[in-house]
């Protein structure tokens, strides 16, 4: 089966709108939306970030800021999986909060 120049671009067209329509439905998902984080100085002194939210969503960086950029890029990633926006959509705490103790 032959595909002509025509249909090519049709369909690369098409492709490419949803790609955006993708895209435009994921920044209105995580419009003021606040994910949790949890975030580690090691013994390296690297910070180490994970979002608890999604199963091996890990990420670290030299400084604070470099950490959580770095974890929001990660974040992104994981929403592009329809499972993880609807994880998402269902997250609603009414608080977190995070207790170090000793044993």
């Given at each position: 089966m032959k595909i002509t120049e025509d249909r090519f671009i049709e369909v690369s067209l098409r492709?490419?709108?949803m790609e955006n329509m993708r895209?435009?439905?994921?920044?209105?998902?995580?419009?003021?939306r606040k994910l949790p984080v949890l975030l580690?100085?090691?013994?390296d002194g690297y910070y180490i970030v994970e979002?608890?939210?999604?199963?091996?969503?890990?990420?670290?960086?030299?400084?604070?800021?470099e950490a959580l950029r770095n974890i929001k890029e990660v974040i992104e990633?994981?929403?592009?999986?329809k499972?993880?926006?609807e994880r998402v959509e269902l997250y609603t705490p009414q608080e977190v909060s995070l207790h170090a103790i000793s044993i």
């Open positions: 492709c490419a709108n895209k435009k439905n994921l920044k209105k998902l995580l419009k003021d580690e100085k090691d013994e979002c608890p939210l999604f199963s091996g969503c890990y990420s670290q960086g030299r400084t604070m800021d990633l994981y929403l592009e999986e499972d993880n926006q």
